[in-house]
């Protein structure tokens, strides 16, 4: 039996058609130069009996043939950009745009060998990231709302990343919130998707409580870290990591006693991967036995992009918080 | 007739002293109830949760992102930043100390509630709780080292799958 699974498809087609022609018919009245459209004569605007017949045949019957295609009409290959110029500049703008054009992401690819399982995420549609229609799909127009966070989840909850399994059972998503309340403010269809690199975006994103507790045993720091990511923090893949930095010195200055913590993916190669990144809503407590000789502790937390140690330079880290505290109590009589 | 109005008003006196001994601390303190703390975790700006059962109660399992706050009041140190504080106190808590614990919290900038039920109610409500860890893994001692890579090509789905 005969099917034409590309007339549900001719609306959309008829729409993104008069799309395309009203840009273009306003851009020659403007004088704008347009890719396949030629400028006009200085002080010719395109006569009325022109437009309408060219109208009729781009609008209702060039689309025909498309009827009992693919499903998948051949102007959809036009730019996105065409009608939606302000969406594609936004998301160019984005990491996920050229999410495999990142130094970062080529280092590894090519160390690992190149394997073309890391596109599945990084290119889906082999571009230099991820496409209009790698979200949007390729139905056609009109192009169905996206279900969220369900849209997110092929390359945020696996493979290597927990973000979205960590919000699905945070304060956030019980708030009523998604990805987008953070990573897409704003109104109007905006696409200026922002992230962990977009400055300001870490801005407040931690908080550390820092208390005492004196017992006949010796002193302890307690140390308690929560975040607003309606995610695990980092979020991201398996080598991003939060770092807790403790350090102790006493009267004179020196260092007497230092610890680091780092939160997120650790790997063993006879347990397997061990997840420790800080948890949405409740945060982390750390107990720190306070040194005998120590005046004075500071506890920093950083935000690190790079996989490995703190040895490993990481231009994009930030310093999520820096706090240090006197430890006044332990000199009062 | 003064008979009975005298035993009526020693019935009052000791409805009254039953009520103040009977350790329903909502008649002194502020309270919380646990489906209300639930509603409070989930919000923004969260009320920060100090333990106070001792030790081994905490490490046996306590609301999680709570702090061991010790048994006695004064080896307790605040943040200073002030805030929310619900105290989780433990069962049949002597007056005397909860009374210590309102002064030296609300000393140090604290608006402070009393768990209503304790640890018992929050799990009775369905409120999770945790098992603290302290022993944190040292980054790069054996067995478990820092990832090498950003992304480890869906290895560690494998945990959840």
Known sequence: MMSFPGLVNYPGIVWKRACHLLQRVSAAREGRPRKGLRRPSAGGNTPAYMVTPLLVAVLFIAPLPAWGGTGYPGDETAPCGDCHPRQQAEFQRSHMAMAARAPAFLEEWRRKGRPDTCFACHAPSRGAGVACTDCHGTAGHPYPRLSLPAVCAPCHDAPGELTLRSFRDSPAARRGEDCLSCHLPGEGFSHDFRGPKRRGFLQGIATLTIAFRREPAGDTALLRIRHRAGHALPGGTTGRAVWLLVEQRDAGGRVVAERQYRFGWLHSSTAGWRENSLPPGVGKVVEVPLHEAAGVIRAKLIYRFRAGGLDRADPDQRVLVDETRPLAFRTVP | ?161
């Open chain 2, 1 to 161: 007739m003064q008979e009975r109005n005298l035993v009526r008003f020693l019935i009052l006196i000791g409805v009254l002293l039953a009520l103040l001994g009977s350790g329903d601390v909502s008649a002194r303190w502020p309270t919380v109830s646990a489906q209300q703390l639930r509603a409070w975790l989930d919000a923004i700006d969260p009320p920060l949760i100090l333990d106070v059962r001792g030790r081994a109660d905490y490490r046996a399992g306590t609301i999680a992102g709570a702090l061991d706050g010790g048994m006695d009041p004064r080896g307790y140190l605040a943040d200073g930043n002030g805030g929310r504080l619900v105290l989780l106190l433990p069962e049949g808590a002597d007056e005397r100390v909860t009374d210590a614990w309102f002064a030296r919290l609300a000393n140090a900038g604290h608006r402070v509630w009393i768990l209503e039920g304790g640890l018992a109610a929050w799990i009775e409500a369905g409120g999770t709780t945790e098992v603290p860890e302290f022993s944190y893994t040292r980054p790069g001692s054996v067995p478990f080292l820092i990832p090498r890579g950003l992304c480890e090509g869906g290895e560690p789905s494998q945990v959840f799958d």
